[in-house]
T-cell receptor
Framework: AQSVTQLDSQVPVFEEAPVELRCNYS??????LFWYVQYPNQGLQLLLK??????LVKGINGFEAEFNKSQTSFHLRKPSVHISDTAEYFC??????????????FGTGTRLTVIP | KAGVTQTPRYLIKTRGQQVTLSCSPI?????VSWYQQTPGQGLQFLFE???????NKGNFPGRFSGRQFSNSRSEMNVSTLELGDSALYLC?????????????FGPGTRLTVT
């Protein structure tokens, strides 16, 4: 079974500083990895995804993540955060489509707070 | 193209009652998945419907059920509500032929059980 661990429940960071949100996954098979963002009173929005190929994935809003198979990690990074990046961030994993499954397994989330 | 819509957005129910939540997927999307989000358990997969059939199911009791109509709209039902069912219920739709990475989420229905 798939599982995801987000190591930090809360991350405060000053505006224009870099940030890294950590995510580790557990799986015995190849997986797809994702980062979603949730703004207050809204649903989830896909930031980026890793399916295959290059281990450095670029997403929307200046975010990027690096897939590290040996460390089973998929950490999210942004070189300079803005106030508008304040939100909850979720790492998720899924089985590849050939398994027939279409469900996501989410981490518990990391609340990013950008301080002016 | 309109996004995923969920109704109602907020709901207050009493223990023991039952509730029905509705989800309208993006036009052309055939798969609808439901998730429960709580502060303690995070986001958990409930079930997925495709072409009016339940295709996948998470680890929830039988009090949680769902269905999908021929126009791909989906409903989920929770019977005999418990306080622990208070949560944000999110629905996501997937385009025809899409896999999980193409899930588009609605704003959710916040259910409060008193």
């Amino acid at each position: 079974a798939q599982s995801v661990t987000q190591l930090d429940s809360q991350v405060p960071v000053f505006e224009e500083a870099p940030v890294e949100l950590r995510c580790n996954y557990s799986s015995s098979v190849s997986v797809y990895l994702f980062w979603y963002v949730q703004y207050p009173n809204q649903g989830l929005q896909l930031l980026l995804k890793y399916l295959s190929g290059s281990t450095l994935v670029k997403g929307i809003n200046g975010f990027e993540a690096e897939f590290n198979k040996s460390q089973t990690s998929f950490h999210l990074r942004k070189p300079s955060v803005h106030i508008s990046d304040t939100a909850e961030y979720f790492c998720a994993v899924s089985d590849p489509p050939e398994t027939g499954a279409n469900n996501l397994f989410f981490g518990t989330g990391t609340r990013l707070t950008v301080i002016p | 193209k309109a996004g995923v819509t969920q109704t109602p957005r907020y709901l207050i129910k009493t223990r023991g009652q039952q509730v029905t939540l509705s989800c309208s997927p993006i036009s052309g999307h055939r798969s609808v998945s439901w998730y429960q989000q709580t502060p303690g358990q995070g986001l958990q997969f409930l079930f997925e419907y495709f072409s009016e059939t339940q295709r996948n199911k998470g680890n929830f009791p039988g009090r949680f059920s769902g269905r999908q109509f021929s126009n791909s709209r989906s409903e989920m039902n929770v019977s005999t509500l418990e306080l622990g069912d208070s949560a944000l219920y999110l629905c996501a739709s997937t385009p025809l032929g899409g896999s999980s990475y193409e899930q588009y989420f609605g704003p959710g229905t916040r259910l409060t059980v008193t």
